[in-house]
């Protein structure tokens, strides 16, 4: 059987034409999948903050996507994204956000601004990412500028409340339905540090067919505590996908929905946390796919 | 003149030692009434004897006797023929007709008429008089082995602070038992007086201990009847003073309106005017005409009008965390005091002593007294050592009400023994394991789980919702935030947990703890990174299945490292 294409599988291409596993790929399929598993195994949590969308695994990266990961989308395309994400059971811990992303051949771009929280704890954020990708693989750069809505007595090179991040993201083709990625949003921090602290993001990819099998392994910043675990297990049927997520430290799960008619698509996903409750992220987005992404 | 020898001092004995007689038999007399006799011993002071021992005699005669060559000597009842010298008559000696003549250590007051250490052991032992002519008198105490250490069957060995003595002062009954008893030490007085009336010691009390300043109270306390009469109703006059800077203002005179038998005693009640404010003396003496005693007549009691200079401000009588009980005080007054110049207690006798502090105590300020000191600053590292003082002994304060619904009582007192302050507690509807602290409105349970030693109590204001962490912005690693809890039951366990903003559990700033519906707790911000995080409170019901949860957020300012 086929794998039909409904999205782009992000970021690599296995799934993004709906191509069947290239056997001209250098990696056997045995290796790559040992090597995605080895990938994912340790532990830590899949960390997003201004720019956290709901993805299904192997739908191509959205704007904010993009803009979060570093990890452009194969195939070049003109996309917009307004995006909610309630954290947890917290009043006030709203994070908005509208993102923009374009690409010409193998250049990619992406811009967004975000806000999140209320005027004591809030903080605003405008990110820019830039990169390359294309049948094999990609890679981008990103960069977050943020200041805090009401920003305290500290003094920091950047102004005050003002932080900067800088980071990078890359992913690779394996071949076989198998995509391998990483992420290091926070390679360079100024100023102000940033509400949550983002270390390396590995990731592995496998679509066959309408099923797709996404495994992270995130390590923290700086080295200090382990690792986070991220598994996530994706059926697109028609114009939609549901999946379904699981996370360690603590265990928890994720449900998620996603839709898509024409240039519009919608998602969300529910992510329950045994204490702290809820995370809601809500999108939406219009783009203009490629012909051969668009659904049926 | 006897014959000497064994067989004159067997003779000697029998003449005056028949204690052996049959049941219903008559007993002879172990005292020759032609010559003084022992009336008193006094062996076992409380605490160290040395100096305070003394042996008394007492001529019953009409005319004057002579103690020249008179031995005194002490027996030692663990073997037998253990006698030694312990003082012998000079030439001078002599004892008036019916009077007294008192051997003893440079303590014993009045002076005695011969001083001498007497080194006298506590029973079973005796002493025993030689006069020059052969006839002796044994007094034995306690149980013996050997018959030459007392006349007939001993008397009971006597508690630490009594006398044995002859009572009344010419029984001669024929044993030593029979005739001396654990009786108030009374050396060169009357043993038993026709008429004494005493203030027995250490009963005087004052209803309130602590009077309020415009308040009066009551004094009570108990007068016995040591003479061998009785007294009638309205004999005895109860006199009360408080000591001033001039001498003495007079508190109250009061009759006792009870007959009191030989050998009874009566309770007395006073109600006295209004005090003034701080350090009293009150003084009391007992009035009666003819009394034969005087020295027995009088006593004191030290009061506080108004609160003492150290107030109790929060007690763990029950820690659950190893750091031991221990008592918070403030200083209350406008001068600097030292916590060592109090002693601590419950409502037993024994008070503890406060050791190892930092000296005097500045107004307002806060000191802990602790059990254990180190075991309080294990539990609670920041505190200032300075400020802890660990006393000795430690009363252990119980942990569960009594059908007073009392637990136990904190009681301050100076050194003097002056009450600063007592505060009786309930432990009822306290948590395990947490602190009791005066508010405003009374005592009641920390508004921390864990206490606030050295911490001012603090009044809980209401908050909105169940939870609150304040300040919502903090200064990375030298910070602190408060935890506010106000929960649905009355008492219930927490727990409070920081999780950063992907949800992952960086550190517990409360472990599960037993809390009132409404408390706080300062969290210091330690081991965060500049972030974004969130608080839970984590809290059940402890009677139930109430359960809840809220999260609050906080950011962490800093620099990015």
Same mark, same amino acid.
Request: aromatic share 4%; net charge negative.
């Given at each position: 059987?086929?794998?039909?294409?409904?999205?782009?599988?992000?970021?690599?291409?296995?799934?993004?034409?709906?191509?069947?596993?290239?056997?001209?790929?250098?990696?056997?399929?045995?290796?790559?999948?040992?090597?995605?598993?080895?990938?994912?195994?340790?532990?830590?949590?899949?960390?997003?903050?201004?720019?956290?969308?709901?993805?299904?695994?192997?739908?191509?990266?959205?704007?904010?996507?993009?803009?979060?990961?570093?990890?452009?989308?194969?195939?070049?395309?003109?996309?917009?994204?307004?995006?909610?994400?309630? @954290?947890?059971?917290?009043?006030?811990?709203?994070?908005?956000?509208?993102?923009?992303?374009?690409?010409?051949?193998?250049?990619?771009?992406?811009?967004?601004?975000?806000?999140?929280?209320?005027?004591?704890? =809030?903080?605003?954020?405008?990110?820019?990412?830039?990169?390359?990708?294309?049948?094999?693989?990609?890679?981008?750069?990103?960069?977050?500028?943020?200041?805090?809505?009401?920003?305290?007595?500290?003094?920091?090179?950047?102004?005050?409340?003002?932080?900067?991040?800088?980071?990078?993201?890359? @992913?690779?083709?394996?071949?076989?339905?198998?995509?391998?990625?990483?992420?290091?949003?926070?390679?360079?921090?100024?100023?102000?540090?940033?509400?949550?602290?983002?270390?390396?993001?590995?990731?592995?990819?496998?679509?066959? $067919?309408?099923?797709?099998?996404?495994?992270?392994?995130?390590?923290?910043?700086?080295?200090?505590?382990?690792?986070?675990?991220?598994?996530?297990?994706?059926?697109?049927?028609?114009?939609?996908?549901?999946?379904?997520?699981?996370?360690?430290?603590?265990?928890?799960?994720?449900?998620?929905?996603?839709?898509?008619?024409?240039?519009?698509?919608?998602?969300?996903?529910?992510?329950?946390?045994?204490?702290?409750?809820?995370?809601?992220?809500?999108?939406?987005?219009?783009?203009?796919?490629?012909?051969?992404?668009?659904?049926? | 003149?006897?014959?000497?020898?064994?067989?004159?001092?067997?003779?000697?004995?029998?003449?005056?030692?028949?204690?052996?007689?049959?049941?219903?038999?008559?007993?002879?007399?172990?005292?020759?009434?032609?010559?003084?006799?022992?009336?008193?011993?006094?062996? $076992?002071?409380?605490?160290?004897?040395?100096?305070?021992?003394?042996?008394?005699?007492?001529?019953?005669?009409?005319?004057?006797?002579?103690?020249?060559?008179?031995?005194?000597?002490?027996?030692?009842?663990?073997?037998?023929?253990?006698?030694?010298?312990?003082?012998?008559?000079?030439?001078?000696?002599?004892?008036?007709?019916?009077?007294?003549?008192?051997?003893?250590?440079?303590?014993?007051?009045?002076?005695?008429?011969?001083?001498?250490?007497?080194?006298?052991?506590?029973?079973?032992?005796?002493?025993?008089?030689? @006069?020059?002519?052969?006839?002796?008198?044994?007094?034995?105490?306690?149980?013996?082995?050997?018959?030459?250490?007392?006349?007939?069957?001993?008397?009971?060995?006597?508690?630490?602070?009594?006398?044995?003595?002859?009572?009344?002062?010419?029984?001669?009954? =024929?044993?030593?038992?029979?005739?001396?008893?654990?009786? +108030?030490?009374?050396?060169?007085?009357?043993?038993?007086?026709?008429?004494?009336?005493? #203030?027995?010691?250490?009963? #005087?009390?004052?209803?309130?201990?602590?009077?309020?300043?415009?308040?009066?109270?009551?004094?009570?306390?108990?007068?016995?009847?040591?003479?061998?009469?009785?007294?009638?109703?309205?004999?005895?006059?109860?006199?009360?003073?408080?000591?001033?800077?001039?001498?003495?203002?007079?508190?109250?005179?009061?009759?006792?309106?009870?007959?009191?038998?030989?050998?009874?005693?009566?309770?007395?009640?006073?109600?006295?005017?209004?005090?003034?404010? =701080?350090?009293?003396?009150?003084?009391?003496?007992?009035?009666?005409?003819?009394?034969?005693?005087?020295?027995?007549?009088?006593?004191?009691?030290?009061?506080?009008?108004?609160?003492?200079?150290?107030?109790?401000?929060?007690?763990?009588?029950?820690?659950?965390?190893?750091?031991?009980?221990?008592?918070?005080?403030?200083?209350?007054?406008?001068?600097?005091?030292? +916590?060592?110049?109090?002693?601590?207690?419950?409502?037993?006798?024994?008070?503890?002593?406060?050791?190892?502090?930092?000296?005097?105590?500045?107004?307002?300020?806060?000191?802990?007294?602790?059990?254990?000191?180190?075991?309080?600053?294990?539990?609670?590292?920041?505190?200032?050592?300075?400020?802890?003082?660990?006393?000795?002994?430690?009363?252990?304060?119980?942990?569960?009400?009594?059908?007073?619904?009392?637990?136990?009582?904190?009681?301050?007192?100076?050194?003097?023994?002056?009450?600063?302050?007592?505060?009786?507690?309930?432990?009822?509807?306290?948590?395990?394991?947490?602190?009791?602290?005066?508010?405003?409105?009374?005592?009641?349970?920390?508004?921390?789980?864990?206490?606030?030693?050295?911490?001012?109590?603090?009044?809980?204001?209401?908050?909105?919702?169940?939870?609150?962490?304040?300040?919502?912005?903090?200064?990375?690693?030298?910070?602190?935030?408060?935890?506010?809890?106000?929960?649905? @039951?009355?008492?219930?366990?927490?727990?409070?947990?920081?999780?950063?903003?992907?949800?992952?559990?960086?550190?517990?700033?409360?472990?599960?703890?037993?809390?009132?519906?409404?408390?706080?707790?300062?969290?210091?911000?330690?081991? #965060?990174?500049?972030?974004?995080?969130?608080?839970?409170?984590?809290?059940?019901?402890?009677?139930?299945?109430?359960?809840?949860?809220?999260?609050?957020?906080?950011?962490?300012?800093?620099?990015?490292?």
């Amino acid at each position: 059987m086929r794998a039909r294409v409904r999205h782009e599988p992000a970021p690599g291409a296995a799934l993004s034409a709906g191509r069947a596993p290239a056997p001209r790929r250098a990696l056997a399929p045995c290796i790559a999948l040992a090597a995605a598993v080895a990938l994912a195994l340790g532990a830590a949590p899949t960390p997003a903050q201004d720019f956290a969308a709901p993805e299904a695994p192997g739908a191509a990266p959205s704007p904010a996507a993009f803009l979060e990961r570093a990890l452009p989308a194969q195939h070049p395309s003109l996309a917009a994204e307004a995006l909610v994400s309630h @954290w947890y059971d917290v009043p006030g811990l709203t994070t908005r956000a509208l993102a923009l992303s374009a690409g010409w051949r193998t250049l990619r771009a992406a811009a967004g601004i975000s806000r999140t929280g209320d005027p004591e704890l =809030g903080w605003s954020a405008a990110a820019l990412a830039l990169g390359v990708a294309g049948e094999g693989g990609g890679g981008a750069l990103r960069a977050v500028v943020r200041r805090d809505a009401a920003p305290g007595a500290l003094a920091v090179e950047l102004g005050p409340g003002a932080g900067l991040e800088v980071g990078g993201g890359a @992913w690779v083709d394996a071949g076989f339905g198998i995509t391998l990625s990483a992420s290091a949003p926070q390679v360079l921090v100024r100023g102000v540090g940033p509400p949550l602290a983002r270390g390396l993001e590995i990731g592995a990819l496998w679509v066959m $067919d309408d099923l797709a099998l996404r495994l992270a392994r995130v390590s923290p910043r700086g080295g200090g505590g382990g690792a986070w675990h991220d598994a996530t297990l994706a059926l697109a049927a028609g114009p939609l996908t549901v999946w379904l997520g699981a996370r360690d430290q603590p265990a928890r799960g994720s449900l998620g929905l996603a839709a898509r008619a024409r240039a519009l698509a919608v998602a969300g996903v529910v992510e329950s946390h045994p204490l702290l409750g809820e995370t809601v992220r809500l999108s939406i987005g219009l783009a203009r796919l490629p012909e051969a992404d668009l659904p049926p | 003149m006897l014959p000497a020898g064994p067989l004159a001092l067997a003779l000697a004995l029998g003449a005056v030692c028949t204690a052996s007689a049959a049941p219903g038999q008559a007993l002879a007399p172990c005292s020759r009434i032609d010559r003084p006799i022992v009336a008193e011993v006094f062996y $076992d002071a409380t605490g160290d004897d040395t100096g305070h021992e003394f042996v008394e005699l007492w001529n019953p005669g009409g005319a004057p006797a002579s103690l020249a060559g008179l031995r005194l000597e002490a027996g030692d009842g663990a073997g037998p023929s253990r006698w030694t010298l312990r003082w012998t008559g000079g030439a001078a000696d002599s004892i008036a007709a019916r009077g007294r003549f008192v051997i003893g250590g440079a303590l014993v007051e009045p002076p005695p008429d011969a001083q001498v250490s007497l080194d006298l052991q506590n029973g079973p032992d005796a002493v025993r008089l030689a @006069w020059p002519d052969g006839v002796t008198e044994v007094v034995g105490y306690g149980t013996q082995a050997f018959a030459e250490y007392a006349c007939g069957e001993p008397a009971a060995d006597v508690p630490s602070g009594q006398s044995l003595a002859r009572v009344p002062d010419a029984s001669n009954r =024929g044993a030593n038992a029979l005739d001396f008893r654990a009786w +108030p030490p009374s050396p060169g007085r009357e043993n038993l007086p026709d008429r004494d009336v005493a #203030l027995i010691p250490g009963t #005087l009390a004052l209803d309130p201990e602590q009077p309020a300043p415009d308040q009066g109270a009551r004094l009570s306390g108990r007068v016995a009847n040591r003479g061998a009469t009785p007294l009638a109703a309205g004999e005895v006059t109860v006199i009360g003073a408080v000591a001033s800077a001039s001498g003495e203002d007079a508190l109250f005179s009061h009759a006792i309106p009870v007959a009191i038998a030989a050998g009874d005693s009566a309770a007395f009640e006073v109600a006295t005017r209004p005090l003034a404010t =701080g350090k009293r003396t009150l003084r009391v003496r007992l009035a009666l005409a003819g009394d034969g005693s005087s020295a027995d007549d009088r006593d004191s009691l030290r009061v506080r009008v108004g609160p003492g200079p150290l107030e109790i401000t929060e007690i763990q009588f029950h820690p659950a965390s190893g750091e031991a009980e221990w008592v918070e005080v403030r200083n209350r007054d406008a001068v600097s005091v030292d +916590p060592a110049d109090f002693t601590l207690a419950d409502r037993g006798s024994a008070r503890g002593v406060p050791d190892g502090g930092g000296g005097a105590l500045a107004p307002e300020s806060l000191a802990v007294l602790a059990q254990d000191r180190g075991a309080l600053l294990a539990r609670h590292p920041a505190l200032d050592p300075g400020r802890i003082w660990e006393v000795s002994p430690w009363s252990a304060l119980n942990n569960s009400d009594d059908s007073t619904g009392i637990a136990d009582a904190v009681v301050l007192r100076e050194s003097d023994g002056t009450p600063c302050e007592r505060v009786s507690y309930s432990a009822g509807g306290v948590p395990a394991g947490v602190p009791i602290e005066r508010r405003p409105g009374g005592w009641g349970p920390s508004s921390d789980p864990l206490g606030t030693p050295l911490s001012p109590p603090r009044a809980l204001a209401p908050i909105a919702g169940r939870f609150q962490v304040t300040p919502r912005r903090v200064r990375a690693g030298v910070a602190s935030a408060r935890l506010a809890w106000s929960l649905p @039951w009355p008492r219930a366990r927490v727990a409070v947990e920081v999780y950063d903003l992907a949800g992952r559990r960086v550190l517990r700033a409360l472990p599960e703890t037993a809390s009132t519906a409404r408390g706080e707790r300062e969290w210091h911000v330690e081991g #965060l990174s500049p972030g974004l995080y969130l608080v839970a409170l984590v809290a059940r019901a402890e009677d139930g299945d109430g359960s809840l949860r809220e999260t609050c957020a906080i950011r962490i300012e800093g620099a990015a490292p």
